[in-house]
């Protein structure tokens, strides 16, 4: 036999209705004050010109994707889509194929809010490469990198290869050491080349070294792929 739920019950649903809800408002409330307050001219010096073109460049600063064509004199807003939700700002690269260009990220893979984790969107994120083919309109995730074991993990660089076709680098702050990897598969497959325990003593050669690793070895799966 079914039972009435008593008014109590219901006040506590309805409660913890109306308290998600002001949570997630809250949330992207302060997420959209964030990217209002937010001036793209400040992330000029993270600007990508294009391999294949020179006048063409791009930027992400403040959620979007920025495209110029006469040399970062004007920029104009793509609208991008299939990116993480929350994402401010990100390290951008063109390849030398037209419209192919890499982006990465620290950010929560996820799509969309998950409802038993509000915050997660924000404090549960990773280092990611996103892959676009359209100029930077439509986004797919194309791999993970291994965070920190103590979450403090950022991109330091991500560059493409001025001569070749499918080819970057990226440079991760992970922790203490700083990492280097390499694709030559447009961002599919990432190598570690080289690593650096001790930033203060440098041993890795960017870009040589991660051009020979492009050149001599072949692809694989990074070993530490979470």
């Not at 499918?166 to 922790?175: D, F, P």
Request: hydrophobic share 40%; aromatic share 10%.
């Amino acid at each position: 036999m079914f039972q009435l739920a008593s008014s109590l019950d219901i006040r506590k649903f309805i409660s913890a209705g109306v308290i998600g809800a002001a949570t997630i408002c809250l949330a992207l409330g302060s997420w959209a004050w964030s990217l209002a307050q937010c001036d793209m001219r400040d992330y000029l010096d993270r600007a990508a010109t294009s391999p294949a073109n020179p006048r063409e460049m791009y930027l992400f600063a403040c959620g979007h994707v920025w495209r110029s064509m006469d040399r970062g004199r004007a920029w104009a807003q793509v609208p991008g889509q299939g990116l993480p939700i929350g994402l401010r700002d990100a390290h951008i690269a063109a390849d030398r194929r037209p419209g192919l260009l890499y982006l990465g990220v620290v950010a929560n893979p996820r799509l969309a809010l998950n409802l038993k984790c509000l915050s997660c969107a924000w404090v549960r994120v990773e280092p990611a490469l996103y892959i676009s083919h359209d100029g930077g309109v439509q986004w797919r995730l194309a791999y993970r990198f291994k965070p920190s074991a103590m979450g403090n993990t950022w991109f330091l660089a991500v560059n493409a290869d001025p001569d070749y076709v499918s080819a970057a680098w990226v440079i991760l702050k992970r922790g203490d050491e700083v990492a280097y990897y390499a694709t030559n598969t447009a961002g599919r497959l990432w190598q570690k080349t080289c690593v650096e325990e001790n930033p203060a003593i440098p041993r890795c050669d960017p870009p040589d070294e991660l051009l020979s690793a492009r050149h001599e070895r072949s692809p694989s799966m990074d070993t530490d792929q979470p």
